[in-house]
């Protein structure tokens, strides 16, 4: 759809997920969608041409970012993926506890949002290990701080935890990429 006009562009039924949509992002001019029929799919914004389509999660796909060059996916297989944008190649895997609920990207770090609160700051140039934790998880197992979303205002890690947008954390993000991109 057309911003300024609000007309339609384009529609694509041909490449359609066989399920609703459940997350999107953008990377220039591409339009990614994850679904629970497990797949990622990348179409040009301006055509609406598919350029390709993962199919690697074994589960629905729960969340969607891109990070610099990479599209970052996550899965109710408790997997977070990384590929490539412009390709879809696979580049690395991390398998976590619990199916990530939130990602985004922020200079080269991917941030992962769990079912338990928790939010850790992973590395995508070393298989998605995990640098440091943001937010400690509840441990008591009654999960009443699901992380819903992440987004990033400057520096700052915002979060939504059901139950409405607080600051994640009074320390700005950049004091945590900073002690690990040395």
Not at 109 to 116: D, T, Y
């Amino acid at each position: 759809v057309e911003a300024s006009t609000g007309k339609e562009r384009w529609v694509s039924e041909e490449h359609s997920h066989g399920n609703p949509v459940g997350v999107l992002a953008e990377c220039g001019n591409l339009v990614l969608s994850g679904s629970n029929d497990k797949t990622v799919r990348c179409v040009e914004a301006s055509t609406g041409k598919e350029k390709w389509v993962s199919e690697k999660h074994i589960h629905g796909v729960t969340a969607l970012a891109v990070c610099g060059d990479l599209v970052i996916s996550g899965s109710r297989d408790n997997t977070v993926r990384c590929v490539e944008a412009s390709t879809g190649e696979t580049r690395c895997v991390g398998k976590f506890d619990a199916a990530p609920h939130s990602l985004c990207g922020y200079k080269g770090f991917v941030i992962c949002g769990l079912p338990n609160g928790a939010i850790l700051l992973l590395d995508p140039s070393s298989d998605l290990r995990t640098v440091c934790t943001i937010a400690a998880g509840d441990t008591t197992g009654h999960h009443n701080q699901k992380i819903t979303a992440l987004a990033i205002d400057g520096d700052t890690l915002d979060g939504h935890f059901g139950k409405g947008v607080k600051q994640v954390n009074d320390t700005k993000l950049d004091e945590y990429v900073f002690c690990f991109s040395v």
